[in-house]
C-alpha cells in the first residue's frame, strides 16, 4: 500500500496570504489527523476528520480550518499568515484502530 | 505536570544500547507510542503499547512501562548510526482521541 502522501512539500508565503495544504491518506483509511510542528512548540494538533466530519479539534484559532471529501483526501487551509505559521504541518492516516501514520509533511515559511 | 516530558539529548557508542525516557501526564491514557523522526522527514511509527500492558518487545526495540509512575522507556538494543534521530513519545486517551507528544529525545550514535 502507498504510504500518506502530501502536497505541496514545501511552500513560500508571504504574511496576509492564505494557503491550502492537501493530504492523501493510505487507502481505506478514513481518518486523517493534522498537526503542527515548529522548535519552539514541539508538535501540537490541530484536528482531525473522520467521514468528512470534524470529529476533534485543537486549541488553534480559526484561521485554521480543514475539510475532508468524500475519497477520505484532507485539505487544511490557514488564512491571513503570520510569520508564526511557520512550521512542519504533518497529517496522519487512521484506519480507526489505535494506529496513525503519518505523511513526510509540508513545510510552510512565512516571509 | 501538564506535558510529556523527555530529556532532550541522548548521546551513545555505536554498539551499545539507548535508553530514552518518557514521563506522560494522564494516567487514565490508553496508549502509548514511540515515533522516530530523521532530518526533513515524517514521523515513523516504531511501535507502541497498550496500558494493560508492562512490556512489549519488537526485534531490537524494548518498551516499558510503569503505570504507577507514568514512565515510560523504550531500549534499542545494539544501536546503529542509522538509528540516529528524534524519537518522540506520544500518548492517547482511547483509539479515537488525539495524539499528545513529548518534545523529543534526539538520539546520537557515534561510531
Known amino acids: 500500500k502507498a504510504g500518506v502522501t502530501q502536497t505541496p512539500r514545501y511552500l513560500i508565503k508571504t504574511r496576509g496570504q492564505q494557503v491550502t495544504l492537501s493530504c492523501s491518506p493510505i487507502?481505506?483509511?478514513?481518518?486523517v489527523s493534522w498537526y503542527q510542528q515548529t522548535p519552539g512548540q514541539g508538535l501540537q494538533f490541530l484536528f482531525e476528520?473522520?467521514?468528512?466530519?470534524?470529529?476533534n479539534k485543537g486549541n488553534f484559532p480559526g484561521r485554521f480550518s480543514g475539510r475532508q471529501f468524500s475519497n477520505s483526501r484532507s485539505e487544511m487551509n490557514v488564512s491571513t499568515l503570520e510569520l508564526g505559521d511557520s512550521a512542519l504541518y504533518l497529517c496522519?492516516?487512521?484506519?480507526?484502530?489505535?494506529?496513525?501514520?503519518f505523511g513526510p509533511g509540508t513545510r510552510l515559511t512565512v516571509l | 505536570g501538564e506535558d510529556v516530558e523527555q530529556s532532550l539529548f541522548l548521546s551513545v557508542r555505536e554498539g551499545d544500547s539507548s535508553v530514552i525516557n518518557c514521563t506522560y501526564t494522564?494516567?487514565?491514557?490508553?496508549?502509548l507510542y514511540w515515533y522516530k523522526q530523521e532530518p526533513g522527514a515524517g514521523l515513523q511509527l516504531l511501535t507502541y503499547?497498550?496500558?494493560?500492558?508492562d512490556m512489549k518487545q519488537d526485534q531490537r526495540l524494548t518498551v516499558l512501562l510503569n503505570k504507577k509512575d507514568k514512565h515510560l522507556s523504550l531500549r534499542i538494543a545494539d544501536t546503529q548510526t542509522g538509528d540516529s534521530a528524534i524519537y518522540f513519545c506520544a500518548e492517547r486517551k482511547g483509539s479515537q482521541g488525539n495524539l499528545i507528544f513529548g518534545k523529543g529525545t534526539k538520539l546520537s550514535v557515534k561510531p
Open positions: 494522564d494516567s487514565s491514557s490508553t496508549y
Open positions: 496522519a492516516s487512521s484506519s480507526g484502530s489505535y494506529e496513525q501514520f
Open positions: 487507502s481505506g483509511h478514513r481518518s
Open positions: 503499547i497498550f496500558s494493560n500492558m
Open positions: 476528520y473522520f467521514s468528512e466530519t470534524q470529529r
